[in-house]
Nanobody, 127 residues
Framework: QVQLAESGGGLVQAGGSLRLSCAGSGRSFSRFDMGWFRQAPGKEREFVGRINWSGGSTYYADSVKGRFTISRDNAKNTVDLQMNSLKPEDTAVYYC????????????????????WGQGTQVTVSS
């Protein structure tokens, strides 16, 4: 069992930066590949990016590539999402999620393959 909790959301102006953190509990945290998703009002949950268990591989949605960076510290059981050059369209609730199945880059943008989810943190980007 893994419990996840996001933090770091808030209000920022367009062009600004935010750093989200996802804290995980449980001794198996370091075994999970971790994903970040977001959901804006009235829209489906959207894949943002993913980092594998070791931190050696990352994948990003085209919409955030070059602006967002995912990193992890398994000693601290944390996964961070550094968001730069934020745009109003980045406004959403951001969720971290844990996937117990190693899958490379297959189906990683599908929320249904993730086993555990945090409660989400709101990010609002003003224009």
């Amino acid at each position: 069992q893994v419990q996840l909790a996001e933090s770091g959301g808030g209000l920022v102006q367009a062009g600004g930066s935010l750093r989200l953190s996802c804290a995980g509990s449980g001794r198996s945290f370091s075994r999970f590949d971790m994903g970040w998703f977001r959901q804006a009002p009235g829209k489906e949950r959207e894949f943002v990016g993913r980092i594998n268990w070791s931190g050696g591989s990352t994948y990003y949605a085209d919409s955030v590539k070059g602006r967002f960076t995912i990193s992890r510290d398994n000693a601290k059981n944390t996964v961070d999402l550094q968001m730069n050059s934020l745009k109003p369209e980045d406004t959403a609730v951001y969720y971290c999620a844990a996937d117990a199945t190693p899958r490379g880059n297959r189906y990683i943008n599908n929320p249904s393959v993730y086993d555990y989810w945090g409660q989400g943190t709101q990010v609002t980007v003003s224009s």
